[in-house]
C-alpha cells in the first residue's frame, strides 16, 4: 500500500494502540481529539509522520478510524457533520452497557449499523479491530483483524491497510455481520473478566 495519512478521531487507550501501530509502518498519523494537549502529547509519542488535526474539520486521511467509545459516537458524528462525506470509517467500538455484561445496540441491530446512521450518506463504514485489545496490538504480533462492511471497495481499501499493519483481515460479510463480531468483542471482555484471568486475548481463525 502506498504510504499516506491515517486520521484517528480519538486519543485513547485504543486511539494509542493503533496509531502507533499505523506509524511503525511508515503512514502518517492524523490525532484528531477535542483536547488539544491530548492528541499533542500521543502526536510526540510517535515519529515525525503524525500530526494532530482539528477537531470537526475534514480529516486527511481518507481513512478515519474512529476510535470513540460507542456512547460518544453521535456526538462526534454531529460535530464533524458532512467533513466525514466521502470518507472510510473504521468503527471500533465494542457497543457494551454500564457494566459491560449487555450490548447497548437495539434489537437486530449493531453499533456500526447505528453509527452508520450518524454519519453522511457518501461516508463507508467498516467494523474492524473490536475483537483486539490495544495491548495486545501494541506487540506487534500478526493477528487476525476481522472486518465487516457494505461496500466493496472500502473493504479492500480497509483490508489493504490492515494488511500494511502486519494483521491478517479476514472478511465476515455485509454490515449487517457486524452483530457478529461485537458479540464476540462482549465476550472476549467476560472471558478476560471471568474465566481467563488476564486480557491477553485474541481470537484467531484456523483456515486448513
Known amino acids: 500500500m502506498t504510504m499516506n495519512t491515517i486520521s484517528i478521531i480519538g486519543a ?3 486511539a494509542t494502540a493503533i496509531a502507533g501501530r499505523v506509524a511503525k509502518a511508515g503512514h502518517t498519523v492524523e490525532v484528531i481529539t477535542r483536547d488539544v494537549a491530548k492528541a499533542q ?3 510526540s509519542k510517535l515519529d515525525a509522520r503524525a500530526v494532530s488535526g482539528t477537531y470537526g474539520a475534514a480529516p486527511l486521511g481518507n481513512i478515519v ?3 470513540v467509545p460507542y456512547g ?3 456526538t462526534v458524528a454531529a460535530d464533524f457533520g458532512g467533513a466525514l462525506d466521502g470518507k472510510v470509517i473504521i468503527d471500533i467500538a465494542n ?4 457494566d459491560m455484561t449487555g450490548l447497548a445496540t437495539p434489537a437486530g441491530s449493531s453499533g456500526a449499523q447505528e453509527t452508520a446512521k450518524t454519519l453522511p450518506s457518501g461516508a463507508h463504514v467498516v467494523k474492524a479491530f473490536n475483537t483486539i485489545f490495544g495491548h495486545v496490538l501494541t506487540q506487534g504480533d500478526r493477528l487476525d483483524a476481522f472486518i465487516a462492511g457494505d461496500n466493496a471497495e472500502a473493504k479492500a481499501r480497509v483490508s489493504t491497510f490492515l494488511g500494511s499493519l502486519g494483521l ?3 472478511d465476515v460479510g455485509g454490515m449487517h455481520m457486524a452483530m457478529t463480531l461485537e458479540a464476540p468483542g462482549l465476550m472476549m471482555i467476560g472471558l478476560a473478566k471471568n474465566g ?3 486480557w491477553n486475548l485474541a481470537i484467531k481463525a484456523e483456515i486448513g
Do not use: I
Not at 95 to 98: E, G, I, L, R, Y
Open 196 to 198: 481467563a484471568g488476564s
Open 168 to 170: 491478517r483481515p479476514m
Open 12 to 14: 485513547g487507550t485504543m
Open 72 to 74: 460518544s459516537v453521535a
Open 65 to 67: 478510524v474512529l476510535a
Open 95 to 98: 457497543p457494551v452497557n454500564a
Open 41 to 43: 502529547a500521543l502526536v
